[in-house]
């Protein structure tokens, strides 16, 4: 279930790309105007969200996103986001899928707590600042990371 309100002026568009499967779904989220969403997935399900780009406070269940933030909402509440000029990508995973998999990768031992709401911590001396990335960083960590190339319209 999903509610969103715009706050602000501006043409309510929305550009979504999304790729959905059984156990897994993907989507990029740019918008422009001020919007405030709530989201309730189903309870067997979580979301991870990565704030790509945005021009003024993202707010993600009332937590200001710094650059290269990593938000996880797995509770029965959902989850809230607010802000203005915004790019985001949102990975939603079958939690019964992914303890299973951790289960069997980690010789069997429980790894529910992992599965929780959170946002990690910046390291100690990792130059974390609260300033926004430069445009496409974030593409081009995530694109290191899976070893692909970036792809317009996508990234």
Same mark, same amino acid.
């Not at 715009?6 to 550009?15: E, H, I, R, T």
């Not at 405030?36 to 979301?47: I, K, M, N, R």
């Given at each position: 279930m999903?509610?969103?309100?715009?706050?602000?002026?501006?043409s309510?568009v929305?550009?979504?790309?999304?790729?959905?499967?059984r156990?897994?779904?993907?989507?990029r989220l740019? /918008?422009?105007?001020? &919007?405030?969403g709530h989201?309730v997935?189903?309870?067997?399900?979580?979301? &991870?969200? &990565? %704030?790509?780009?945005?021009?003024t %406070?993202?707010?993600?269940?009332g937590l200001?996103?710094?650059p290269?933030?990593?938000?996880?909402s797995?509770?029965?509440?959902?989850y809230?986001t607010?802000?203005e000029?915004?790019?985001n990508?949102?990975?939603?995973?079958?939690?019964t899928? /992914?303890q299973?998999?951790?289960?069997?990768?980690?010789a069997?031992r429980?790894?529910?707590?992992a599965?929780r709401?959170?946002?990690?911590?910046?390291?100690k001396?990792?130059?974390?600042?609260?300033?926004k %990335?430069?445009?496409?960083?974030?593409?081009?960590?995530?694109?290191?990371f899976?070893?692909?190339?970036?792809l317009?319209?996508?990234?």
């Amino acid at each position: 279930m999903a509610y969103t309100a715009q706050l602000g002026p501006d043409s309510p568009v929305v550009y979504s790309q999304r790729v959905c499967r059984r156990d897994l779904v993907l989507a990029r989220l740019q /918008l422009d105007p001020k &919007i405030a969403g709530h989201l309730v997935a189903d309870p067997d399900w979580l979301a &991870i969200m &990565i %704030p790509l780009r945005w021009d003024t %406070p993202y707010l993600f269940n009332g937590l200001l996103a710094r650059p290269f933030d990593v938000f996880l909402s797995s509770g029965p509440d959902g989850y809230a986001t607010l802000s203005e000029r915004r790019d985001n990508l949102t990975l939603g995973l079958r939690k019964t899928m /992914l303890q299973n998999s951790l289960k069997a990768l980690s010789a069997g031992r429980d790894n529910e707590a992992a599965l929780r709401d959170q946002r990690p911590p910046p390291r100690k001396g990792s130059g974390h600042r609260a300033t926004k %990335p430069p445009a496409g960083a974030v593409e081009r960590r995530l694109c290191r990371f899976s070893g692909r190339r970036a792809l317009s319209p996508f990234f």
